[in-house]
């Protein structure tokens, strides 16, 4: 069963506007994991935010990260054509498995 | 160095046949990962090797689906008796010990699909 659950399940913005999307999860984490997969193949890794912290940020993406709500958001500012993709979160427990939500599909218009 | 290769990328089979799909992790990385992603989903955890060890098979569907992993390195998920609803994109990750502070990597699947 899936823990993470992301909303909306679909997005679409202009480009260089600012794209949010959320994911709630059930149960506790050890880390919370978000990832872009373009064209329905190949994961990458965006961003990792331990259970510790409260915000992260990567060049253009910002993530938080609040424990008390289960749930985190990834913030992608001044979109490009290129951040077209689906963005998934994973959540680790206490074990190795990353646990997926459905993702969340961006799509940036030129 | 390289990153986690796959093979094949697509396969095509008829229903009821057997199919063996391979996964080459990064070198050095000791966890490997199977998931499976059907259309429109998220992934579906499947298996998990430590070494050559699998200490949970859990997330395998069905007795029909087997995966081994030899010297550490390459494993290979088998499905025996293909059925149609086994179609989907079937993804190795890797990662230097466990996914506890450790990211994934991802292969680019293997596209399934069972006529």
């Known amino acids: 069963s899936q823990q993470g659950e992301e909303d909306p399940q679909a997005l679409s913005i202009q480009e260089g506007e600012n794209a949010t999307m959320n994911c709630s999860y059930k149960t506790s984490i050890n880390n919370l994991q978000w990832y872009r997969q373009n064209s329905g193949r190949g994961l990458v890794h965006l961003i990792l935010?331990?259970?510790?912290?409260r915000e992260k940020h990567s060049g253009r993406l910002r993530v938080t990260l609040d424990t008390s709500k289960k749930s985190s958001s990834l913030l992608i500012t001044a979109s490009r054509a290129a951040d077209t993709a689906s963005y998934f979160c994973?959540?680790?427990?206490?074990?190795?498995?990353?646990?997926f939500g459905a993702g969340t599909t961006v799509t940036v218009r030129a | 160095g390289a990153g986690v290769s796959q093979s094949p990328s697509n396969k095509v089979t008829e229903k009821g046949k057997d199919v063996e799909l391979r996964c080459d992790p990064i070198?050095?990385?000791?966890?490997l990962y199977w998931y499976r992603q059907s259309l429109g989903q998220g992934l579906e955890f499947l298996i998990y090797f430590q070494g050559n060890s699998a200490p949970d098979k859990s997330g395998l569907p069905s007795d029909r689906f087997s995966a081994e992993r030899t010297g550490g390195s390459v494993s290979t998920l088998t499905i025996q008796r293909t059925q149609q609803e086994d179609s989907a994109v079937y993804l190795c990750?890797?990662?230097?010990?466990?996914?506890?502070?450790?990211?994934?990597?991802f292969g680019p699947g293997t596209r399934l699909t069972v006529l």
């Open positions: 994973a959540t680790v427990g206490g074990d190795y498995k990353l646990s």
């Open positions: 990750a890797s990662s230097l010990r466990t996914p506890i502070d450790n990211e994934q990597f």
């Open positions: 935010i331990r259970s510790n912290e």
């Open positions: 070198s050095g990385h000791t966890a």
